[in-house]
Every structure is written in C-alpha cells, then in structure tokens.
C-alpha cells in the first residue's frame, strides 16, 4: 500500500513513491491488527548521499522495521538485521546491500563495525544482505536499510510513510484482506468513498496484471520490428539472387545445353538462397547468445538462450531463404538455354 490514489494497476505501479503524504506509523500498527495478514513493514525511501572514508554513493536509503525481511525475502548474508529495539531507540545502525559494499568499501570482506554519514549523519553497519539482482521495479542489492524511526529522525524529519508492505496468511485470502484493509484506512482518513481515497492498495496480482500488459505490448513491438526487419533482409536476399542470375546467364544456358533440367537449375539457386539465409541465422544466433551472455555475466537481466529460440531462429532463416529465393530460381530455371548462351 502506498500514499497516493492511482487509476489502475499499471499507473499504481509507476507513480513516485512517497509523492503524497498521507500514510504514517499508527496507520500500519492499524492495519496489523487484521487476523488475515500475516506481517506488516511499514517503509520509507529516498536518495541519499552516502560517504565512507574516501568513497561515497547516492543511493536508495530505506526506513522500515524488522518484519521487513520476510516480507520481501531478504538474507542476511553477514552480521544481522536490526530488531525493534533498534527502532524503539533510534538507533544509527545500518545494513547495507552488496552493489553499496562494492561501491564504498571496494575489496574488503567484512565491513561489520564500519561507519557510513547518510547526509552527514554518522551509522553503524551492522550487516549485509544476499545479493538477489536487479527487477523491473529497483534492485534490492543498490539498498541501504536503516530503523524506520531512525530515517524520520535524521534525514526525513517527518512521520510520513513512502509504503507499508503487507503480507497476507496465504494467497486465498488477498482479496479480503484488501477488502478490510482499505476500510480501515478510509475510517481512520474519515474518507466515505474508496475513489476519493488518498492511498492505494496494490497485491501481487495488480503487479501481474501490469506486467502482462507491458509484456504483451512489448512482444507486439518487437514482433512487428522483427517482421519488417524479416521483409527487408528477404527482398535484399531476393536482389542479392536476380543479380546473380543475370551474372551466370551464360553458366545456366551452358548447364541446360549439356542436359540440366529445370528443376536441377530451380534448386540450385533456391539451395543458394537457403545458405545465404542459414549462414545469416548462424551469425544471429552467435550474436544473440554473445549479447546475452554480457547481459548476464553484467548483473543486468539474467538473460537464457534455449534450444527452442535457436531452432526457431534457423527455421525462419530457412522460411526466408524458400520465399524470397523462390522467384530468382524460377527465373532462372525458365532461361532458354539458347538464348543464355548467346548472353553477353
């Protein structure tokens, strides 16, 4: 849930978190009181300038309680995860994400103990997190997580909430834990109808839903840039062979003189064509699977290559060499073998 009322998934999804001010801490205590939801982390997020001796990063700074890690399935990797005490006493402790070692603390293993100023307030990092890579929505690696008390505190000075994360008993009951969750949020906002409501409510099914959409317009696009690159690349197949009919009029007429029949000269520029196309389909492949690789060994998509995509990719070769390669061989396969010869 975040502050704010969007119009559909898909802008719920992409509006600024924490642009609006209206949910803070006794919202979410409010909310967890509901028999239904099994944890509730409330959270607040900015940028911030974060400096550690001689290196510094600007980066997501995060404020939220210690339920946050089951919710959103975060590991520890070295040292711990701050508990409520922390947040009861305002504590300047700190976790920090690997991409936030990496960039303040380049080579060393253990930074438990170190010290990072978070827009000049000093914090004391009391453990790391797993890496789990980049999303759609952020990466959780390029994080820095500090008591939710803590951040309102020292950096924002105010008891707003950017989003309280909230996880359900079980996938059954989401819908009628949003049902309950939205009622007593326009109660306590003395709000009567949930279109004038000043949050949303957004389960992991409005993320699907959203997602799909952008997929679905994405595989359109990329399908019809596909299809007109796979139009030009065939009638540039289909130049490339009537130029290299006219070249071997003679070589044709020659061919027929001596005994070949039309089918012969009909495949053997229609075999030609379908090796061009082939040999062009291998050199995709080899670049497709090089552009995933780099991807992949940069942390940026875990990008996969299976076998379906390269068998596709060589049937569509081959698809495009028979179409566009077809009329170049019939041409040439109706040469008269007389007339070929005297060709000059």
């Known amino acids: 849930m975040r502050p ?3 119009h559909g998934p898909g802008s719920q999804i992409v509006s600024s978190r924490g642009s609006s ?8 205590e ?4 509901l028999d239904l939801l099994k944890n509730v982390a409330p ?8 400096v550690s001796g001689g290196n510094n990063t600007n980066t997501t700074v995060t404020g939220t309680i210690s339920s946050y890690t089951e919710i959103k399935n975060l590991e520890i990797k070295k040292g711990i995860f701050f508990s409520d005490q922390h947040n009861l006493r305002i504590s300047k402790v700190t976790v920090l994400g690997p991409n936030v070692v990496a960039d303040l603390f380049p080579g060393e293993e253990n930074v438990i103990g170190k010290k990072v100023r978070i827009n000049g307030v000093e914090f004391s990092v009391v453990g790391t997190t797993v890496a789990k890579g980049g999303g759609g ?42 049902a309950q969750i939205e009622k007593i949020i326009l109660a306590r906002h003395k709000i009567k109808d949930i279109e004038d409501a000043d949050f949303s409510v957004m389960n992991q099914a409005d993320i699907i839903e959203a997602a799909s959409t952008v997929t679905e317009t ?4 990329l399908g019809a840039i596909a299809g007109i690159s796979l139009v030009v690349g065939g009638i540039g197949i289909m130049n490339m062979m009537l130029t290299t009919v006219t070249e ?5 007429g020659l061919r027929k003189a001596i005994g070949a029949k039309k089918n012969e000269i009909n495949n053997q520029f229609l075999i030609e064509s379908i090796a061009v196309t082939l040999i062009g389909g291998i ?11 780099f991807v992949s060994a940069m942390g940026i998509l875990q990008a996969v290559v299976s076998w379906n995509s390269i068998l596709l990719a060589f049937g569509v070769s081959a698809f495009i060499g028979i179409v566009f390669g077809y009329y170049p061989a019939r041409k040439a396969s109706k040469l008269n073998p007389i007339e070929a010869l005297r060709y000059e």
């Open 4 to 6: 704010g009322r969007g």
């Open 21 to 28: 001010q209206a949910l803070n801490f006794s919202d979410a």
């Open 30 to 33: 409010a909310i967890s009181k």
């Open 43 to 50: 959270e607040s997020s900015k940028n911030y300038q974060v």
């Open 137 to 178: 929505f952020g990466s959780s690696d390029d994080i820095i997580y500090i008591p939710l008390f803590s951040f309102q505190q020292y950096l924002s000075g105010d008891e707003y909430l950017s989003m309280i994360n909230i996880q359900a008993q079980d996938s059954q009951s989401m819908d009628e834990a949003q």
């Open 218 to 221: 994405l595989t359109l696009l």
């Open 248 to 252: 071997r009029t003679r070589e044709i």
């Open 283 to 293: 050199l995709g492949v080899i670049l497709g699977w090089g552009i995933s690789y």
